[in-house]
């Protein structure tokens, strides 16, 4: 074992295999939890959506400021969740969202979601745009993507209209909202509540700020194209770097692989390269449009799918699932997404097939991993694991 290193992870929950957080079936969508503030207001959610099972505390603040602001009629929400400001008295929601565990909550609210991402063009969809719009940080996903968020959110404001902006203030919300009131010509804070904030920015007539370039890095033999916003969109990560150490020696000719939860895409693309047959997902779009640029870049075929955990994989099943599961620190480690990822690989694998995992030391996969067939633990360095299990 080489640089055992002491990490701060706390386990929220003991790990429980079909129940996620508020003890349902992973896919299952519910009624999100709201607080009293929101009486009369009403989400839905399921694991994997921003906020479960409640709404994100910005989402909350910003479904109040406009009620309050009695916003009514056509309202873009370019960060819909779960719906929550659909349900605001006469507002008819045009909900757009990147994540595809979102967009099965916003489906089922009846919503018909437009899945999107920073930057794209939504004048197909609706030719005229809304004169109000709405947007909740992503504080966790960095200046890049948080630029092109806002960047976005000013192309589809026409001038005149009225944007609202929620995030959170030890996120850098301040300097966010100095940034797009430059971009806006005028904009105030007009909420807060704890550390959440609502800003409200009316357009004047102005260029749109450019949105901000795609990262390019080489890590094992593959030029990696990180867009804004995307895991290890800049440099590889020191667990997905350890995964394919320990798995240099694998042959990989001719096999079925499966990238789950692929990011920019290092893993499949590393694959594909030693010629195997590879399909990669992710749950969030812009990760997918990054993993595509990525195998473009290196002149590799595969699949590439939108798909919360391996919903989209139709029948397919794989000879090797490689995995660097996401979990989240915020109050303690949400493990649902991850767990899923792990039953996945159950229902994927093919008899004798093995899904290769990397972990952080602490997180309690090894139970879990048992129930897909015989495991080992291959490597452990630097506070990672690495963990292998063979479908019985
Ligand atoms: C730790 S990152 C690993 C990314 C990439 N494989 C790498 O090693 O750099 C985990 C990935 O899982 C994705 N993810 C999170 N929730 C998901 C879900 N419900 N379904 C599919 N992918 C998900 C994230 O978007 C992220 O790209």
């Known amino acids: 074992m080489t640089g055992r290193k002491k990490q701060k992870i706390r386990i929220a929950r003991p790990p429980a295999r079909e129940d996620s957080a508020d003890g349902g079936n992973y896919f299952e969508v519910r009624p999100a939890k709201l607080g009293q503030r929101l009486e009369g207001l009403s989400a839905l959610t399921k694991p994997g959506v921003r906020g479960f099972p409640g709404v994100e505390a910005a989402q909350e603040l910003l479904a109040q400021t406009m009620r309050k602001d009695r916003v009514s009629g056509e309202v873009l929400d370019l960060t819909a969740a779960g719906g929550l400001l659909g349900s605001l008295p006469g507002v008819t929601l045009r909900a757009v969202e990147g994540s595809a ?11 018909a979601p437009l899945a999107a991402v920073p930057g794209d063009a939504l004048a197909e969809r609706w030719p005229e745009r809304a004169r109000t719009v709405a947007l909740t940080l992503a504080g966790d996903r960095g200046n890049a993507y948080i630029s092109a968020q806002i960047a976005w959110a000013h192309a ?4 005149g209209g009225t944007l609202y902006l929620a995030g959170d203030r030890d996120k850098g919300f301040d300097r966010y909202v100095r940034a797009a009131g430059a971009a806006f010509g005028t ?92 399909t990669l997902v992710d749950g969030d779009l812009q990760s997918v449009r990054s993993s595509r640029l990525t195998l473009e870049a290196n002149r590799l075929e595969g699949e590439v799918l939108h798909s919360d955990v391996d919903s989209a994989l139709g029948e397919q099943t794989f000879d090797l699932i490689l ?3 996401p979990f989240h620190v915020g109050r303690g480690v949400v493990l649902d997404v991850a767990l899923e990822f792990l039953a996945a690989a159950s229902r994927r694998l093919k008899p004798g097939g093995t899904l290769y995992l990397v972990a952080n030391e602490p997180l309690p996969y090894e139970t879990p991993l048992r129930d897909i067939g015989p495991s080992r633990e291959l490597a452990r360095a630097g506070g990672f694991k690495v963990l292998a299990a063979t479908r019985d």
């Not at 589809?156 to 001038?159: G, N, S």
């Open 187 to 278: 904009g105030e804070t007009v909420a807060r509540d704890g550390g959440m904030r609502v800003a409200r920015l009316v357009r004047r007539p102005g260029p749109t700020p450019p949105l901000p370039e795609a990262e390019q890095y080489g890590a094992f033999g593959v030029q990696v194209v990180g867009l804004p916003g995307v895991f290890s969109a800049g440099k590889a990560d020191k667990a997905t770097a350890l995964l394919l150490e320990t798995l240099d020696g694998l042959e990989l000719s001719g096999q079925r692989v499966l990238d789950l939860g692929c990011g920019a895409g290092l893993i499949g693309a590393w694959a594909a390269g030693r010629g195997a047959n590879v």
């Open 323 to 325: 995995t660097n599961p």
């Open 101 to 111: 565990a979102a967009l099965t909550a916003l489906e089922a609210a009846g919503y």
């Open 156 to 159: 589809q404001t026409p001038p």
